[in-house]
T-cell receptor
Framework: NAGVMQNPRHLVRRRGQEARLRCSPM?????VYWYRQLPEEGLKFMVY????????ESGMPKERFSAEFPKEGPSILRIQQVVRGDSAAYFC?????????????FGPGTRLTVT | DQQVKQNSPSLSVQEGRISILNCDYT??????FLWYKKYPAEGPTFLIS?????DKNEDGRFTVFLNKSAKHLSLHIVPSQPGDSAVYFC???????????????FGKGTLLTVNP
């Protein structure tokens, strides 16, 4: 049973370019979460999605960031016109429809470097 | 505003001894807590959890204790092994005024080093 998959693992972008991060949840999981980890910090919630629905994007910066989880295919976190401050590790997590235990299963992360 | 705090950035212990990692929280609405372990260049891995209706949960070498009155929890690892060397994060679902605890609030983590 494959775990949460993220790609690419490393992404380098110049300032002003777009970054697209992909996440495939675990089989049977319909809830996807994106978190960002800045250096020396804990993980910070960004957005929670179910298939074709954004449930909570309260942690997303108001501009340049968007997320989707289409009916088919992976979840995408998109960052437009990247700036140096976007350099961070971005983690995707998934959970099954029943979240009684609250556990979320994390992917290996995408490390974004903006030059 | 850090609602989950891990005040010790690092901890070093000898192999075979006990490791105690601490976590404090400020929001009394938190009613469930999780510990995650993270190796470099990997995602966090769920380790153990505890509900607020309990004060202790044990799983093998790992035990989590919860003191609700002090808003404090701790993770005990005994005996510690070199493979336990990692960053440990304390996390709590929520807070969310909507009543659905689907997002995790994390502490900053504690780097545990277990020396052979």
């Amino acid at each position: 049973n494959a775990g949460v998959m993220q790609n690419p693992r490393h992404l380098v972008r110049r300032r002003g370019q777009e970054a697209r991060l992909r996440c495939s949840p675990m089989k049977g999981h319909s809830h996807v979460y994106w978190y960002r980890q800045l250096p020396e910090e804990g993980l910070k919630f960004m957005v929670y999605l179910q298939k074709e629905n954004i449930i909570d994007e309260s942690g997303m910066p108001k501009e340049r960031f968007s997320a989707e989880f289409p009916k088919e295919g992976p979840s995408i976190l998109r960052i437009q016109q990247v700036v140096r401050g976007d350099s961070a590790a971005y983690f995707c997590a998934s959970s099954p429809p029943s979240t009684v235990g609250y556990e979320q299963y994390f992917g290996p992360g995408t490390r974004l470097t903006v030059t | 505003d850090q609602q989950v705090k891990q005040n010790s950035p690092s901890l070093s212990v000898q192999e075979g001894r006990i490791s105690i990692l601490n976590c404090d929280y400020t929001n009394s609405m938190f009613d469930y807590f999780l510990w995650y372990k993270k190796y470099p260049a990997e995602g966090p891995t769920f380790l153990i959890s505890i509900s607020s209706i309990k004060d202790k949960n044990e799983d093998g070498r790992f035990t989590v204790f919860l003191n609700k009155s002090a808003k404090h929890l701790s993770l005990h690892i005994v005996p510690s092994q070199p493979g336990d060397s990692a960053v440990y994060f304390c996390a709590a679902p929520g807070p969310n005024s909507g009543g659905s605890n689907y997002k995790l609030t994390f502490g900053k983590g504690t780097l545990l080093t277990v020396n052979p």
